[in-house]
């Protein structure tokens, strides 16, 4: 198993497979230009790999605020299927939260659809409270 960050186009549109089972996204082409975009704002990409291949990705970013001081959000986390109970989604927590500590983050944060909760039992497994409900609104 190997952890690293997706920078390259190449490596981006290969973590395309794994994202899609948890974004609607169109084809490859518009998730790079979406990644790329995001990338201006801190977004990062990483991805747990088996024999060269994406198995498992978290998109994350670097933010501050008042509640929370810096810390790091994870946008997206998401295993193949086949690729689930196997060891890799606590692996990139980890590797996030290592990452996170190293450039002075003091927490790791998520939001996770109500719906979605096998990922839930997941979360809290790791380690992970429910500390907050959030709220949104079309506009």
Known sequence: MQIDL????????????????????????TFLQRVRSQERAGYRLAAVREDGEPV??????FTENLAWGRHLYVDD???LPE??????????????????????????????GN??????????REGLEASSLHFHRLL
């Open 6 to 29: 997706a920078e390259s186009d190449e490596d981006i549109v290969a973590c395309f497979p794994v994202m899609g089972h948890l974004r609607d996204l169109a084809n490859a082409e």
């Open 56 to 61: 498992a990705v978290a998109g994350f970013r």
């Open 77 to 79: 986390l998401v295993a």
């Open 83 to 112: 690729a689930r109970s196997r060891g890799y989604g606590s692996a990139l927590l980890e590797w996030l939260a290592e990452f996170g500590r190293k450039q002075g983050a003091g927490q790791l944060h998520l939001d996770s």
């Open 115 to 124: 719906h979605r909760t096998d990922a839930h039992r997941f979360y809290r």
